[in-house]
């Protein structure tokens, strides 16, 4: 049996077809953020430019998810020490290079709602990258 990825633009690709177009955007989840990530005054205490540089332990956890030969990730970190973001840039690198359907679960409802509208929207907003993907429909951020 085939492994078939379906795209938002309909486009049905082969699972080895999906792989040489991932392998088309030539980045990985850090070079992505380091060029598109702007972190939000209202989120982080470095508001600006997201660099790698300032956290290079998040270079391999981010990384790894861009590698087409890692299947999961497991991520076991303390408490404040940028493995949110990290995973912020990775949803980030999937709306830009791998666009479709993508959910993220959390404990509780209100965590959700409070993610979507005061970490994902603003990291879309703040990136003409990201900003290029929101349509305007319901389902951008709910």
Known sequence: MRDFRVHNSGTILTAEEHQEWLLLT?????????????????????PGPWRTSRTPYLRG??????????????????AQSGGTEAIHNMI?????????PALLVMPREDDCDYTA????KPMMQNSRDLAAHITGRLWDLS
């Open 26 to 46: 030539g980045l990985t989840v850090s070079q992505w953020a380091d060029e598109n990530r702007v972190l939000d005054a209202r989120s982080s205490a470095e």
């Open 61 to 78: 956890i981010m990384d790894a998810f861009s590698d087409p030969e890692v299947e999961e990730e497991t991520i076991q970190k303390p």
């Open 92 to 100: 980030g690198y999937c709306i830009s290079c791998d666009p479709g």
């Open 117 to 120: 509208e005061n970490r994902l």
